[in-house]
């Protein structure tokens, strides 16, 4: 087991701690099979609006269940123990906090259900579904205001409402390049992952973007009203690994298949961040 009490020496201090158990040097051994399933994975940490905490995730992997979990815990930033947020046993990812520091959010499927983002009241009570989307979610960003949430969706599944119900499943159909992918599967028919602002309050869903291409999860630029995000919208997009950095307005009333272009490179342009003024953007 892995001690999750450690050090205030930051985050990469205690990813490394958190990835590394006790170490003897008169216990040295050939590593065996089992260690590698006894390793911990460490990743996605984020802090807390207020500096205060860090959220991160902690992988392993059950020989007994015979299955991999993702696990999010908390630790406060000068040290000190480690608080489990999500259950033990049950994958979650995706750690965030709302722009006050009220709610601690995270995405999870529960009761088979599909992969929705939940939260938590850091003041106490229980964990509570923010989305409901009957496909699921692939990840989620919070609007700087804390009103809204962008999300990226793939495409529904068309199903047939003449298919009986014992009848076999009907063939997959490849007729892409790149057709499968981690964590997703097989990438059969005209499926494609888009953005869309999601809102709180009334619980409304706008799509932002449509069109036969893929789009990555965006960023709010800082007043809220413009989503930079990257995607490839080449004519071959499985052949190339030319991503560009668009733009969208967060307010769309109806999606759009011609966003705003930011970048012409033929490399793969991703991961954008706004300046803190909405003046500039920056993309590795």
């Not at 499943?169 to 892409?176: A, M, S, T």
């Amino acid at each position: 087991m892995i001690a999750m009490r450690h050090s205030s020496f930051g985050v990469l201090g205690f990813l490394v701690l958190a990835l590394a158990g006790p170490v003897n040097a008169q216990d040295k051994r050939p590593i065996q099979t089992e260690d590698m399933f006894d390793m911990r994975s460490v990743g996605a940490p984020v802090v807390s609006p207020d500096g205060a905490w860090i959220a991160y995730t902690v992988g392993r992997t059950s020989l007994e269940d015979e299955r991999s979990y993702t696990r999010i815990y908390m630790s406060p930033v000068e040290g000190g123990d480690a608080v489990g947020l999500t259950v033990e046993g049950k994958s979650a990812g995706s750690p965030g906090w709302s722009p006050d520091g009220r709610y601690f959010t995270f995405t999870a499927s529960r009761d088979e259900g599909e992969n929705q983002v939940w939260a938590l009241d850091r003041r106490g009570g229980e964990g509570f579904a923010l989305t409901d989307i009957e496909q699921g979610i692939s990840g989620y960003r919070w609007s700087p205001d804390g009103t809204r949430l962008l999300l990226t969706i793939r495409d529904a599944e068309e199903k047939d409402e003449d298919k009986k119900e014992n009848a076999p499943p009907d063939p997959w159909v490849i007729d892409r390049l790149q057709f499968k992918r981690d964590n997703v599967g097989y990438l059969t028919g005209d499926r494609r992952t888009h953005l869309y602002v999601f809102e709180l309050e009334s619980g409304e869903l706008r799509q932002l973007t449509t069109g036969d291409r893929d789009e990555s999860l965006g960023v709010w630029s800082p007043d809220g009203t413009l989503i930079a995000f990257a995607s490839n919208r080449t004519d071959e997009p499985d052949g190339n690994e030319n991503s560009d950095i668009w733009i969208v307005g967060s307010d769309l009333e109806e999606p759009t298949d011609n966003p705003r272009r930011v970048t012409t490179n033929e490399g793969s342009d991703r991961s954008p961040a706004w300046s803190p003024d909405g003046r500039w953007l920056a993309y590795p």
